[in-house]
């Protein structure tokens, strides 16, 4: 789950804070990268976790819908949403209780939030169009789980200040993490049953490797890579650059010549698109023609094995 676009932007934020901090204790700043990217797999498991809770909800709102229904001999209510296939199968999942039981995981003592939101879901066209159709598929369960998580869980304030009050290593999760719990959705195979497979935390020991190469091959050379942009940095000092600027294009140049296999213009589009969410408005411009120009002299001089 945890792809190169967020290891990235963990780089990013250590090694800007690790010289905030002073450029003290490395190792101390390298396990903090590798929590900060453990946490982005929590809040992963417990954004699924909110569908499940969820649905609990909405069961109990049907056993009472049943019950009045029964005193008052009326037409009783669809079951269609309180048991959706996919969200009893995604309640199921072993790997998904595991990792919860073992995290501490639980909507518990949130369930007014909880009752918000299925309020919204109840109130919204996406649920009276399903609760209306005569499609009754797997297919149909599953994707009104997917529009409705980006309807309503996906864009909520009030769900990222419940998150940053659960853990400050969410603040910037939450956007690449939705992408991750509506790939899982859309992945997720009735045939599996509780044993549907969840993403990984990594995709393979590699990534874990790349994150913390990275993270020491930014601090480890930063001299020579502040030293290149000076010498290509248009006659302006480095001084005068924004210090995220320069953290941005440290971290570019340790994947540049750290990474092979990495194309230099992946890993220079990479952090142009990274610089535009954490520095000026007058960043990406700039970032891009001097890891442009730096690229290009780094291949002309053999000291880069790539192509741009």
Known sequence: MINRELIRIKVVQLVYA??????KNRDVAERELLTSLSKAYEMYNYLLDLIVAITNEERLRYDVLVQRAEREGTEAPSARFAYNRFAVQLEENEQLAKYNEENHLSWREDVEFVRKVC???????TYKDYIASEEDS????REVWRKLYK??????????????EKSLYWN??????DSFVLKTIKRFNPENKAQQELLPEFKDDEDREYAIRLFWASLDNAQEYQDLMSQYSRNWELSRMPFTDIVIMQIALAEMLTFPAIPASVSINEYVELSKAYSTPRSAGYINGMLDTIAKALIREGRMMKRL
């Open 151 to 164: 309807q309503v869980i996906e864009n909520n304030d009030s769900l990222d200040e419940l998150l940053e």
């Open 172 to 177: 910037d999760d939450k956007e690449i993490v």
């Open 119 to 125: 309020n919204m879901i109840e109130e919204s066209e």
């Open 138 to 141: 797997y297919d149909a369960d």
């Open 18 to 23: 690790y010289y905030l901090n002073g450029g």
